[in-house]
Nanobody, 125 residues
Framework: QVLLVESGGGLVQAGGSLRLSCAAS????????MGWFRQAPGKGREFVAA????????YYADSVKGRFTISRDNDKNTVYLQMNSLKPEDTAVYYC??????????????????WGQGTQVTVSS
């Protein structure tokens, strides 16, 4: 069992930055591919970024490529999402998720085993 807790969300103006954190407990995240997803009001859950369980390979949605960076600190058992040049359309609840030792369909939320409770990000225009 892995417990994931997101933090770092908030209200920011367009063009600003936020860094989200996802702290894990229960098992070391070094054995998990970690992903970030988001869900805006009235919309389905959308893939944002993922980082492979070994080697650090990353993958991003086109909508955030060049603006967002996913990283992990296995010693702290934490994954981060640095979000720069934020836009109003980035407004959503952001969730982190964990996938056991796979790098398969990382943009598919059904492939993840554990989820956090989410953190709200609101970008004002």
């Amino acid at each position: 069992q892995v417990l994931l807790v997101e933090s770092g969300g908030g209200l920011v103006q367009a063009g600003g930055s936020l860094r989200l954190s996802c702290a894990a407990s229960g098992r070391p995240i070094s054995s998990y591919t970690m992903g970030w997803f988001r869900q805006a009001p009235g919309k389905g859950r959308e893939f944002v970024a993922a980082i492979r369980w070994s080697g650090g390979t990353t993958y991003y949605a086109d909508s955030v490529k060049g603006r967002f960076t996913i990283s992990r600190d296995n010693d702290k058992n934490t994954v981060y999402l640095q979000m720069n040049s934020l836009k109003p359309e980035d407004t959503a609840v952001y969730y982190c998720a964990a996938q056991w030792r796979l790098w398969i369909a990382v943009n598919n939320d059904a492939k993840y085993d554990y989820w956090g409770q989410g953190t709200q990000v609101t970008v004002s225009s």
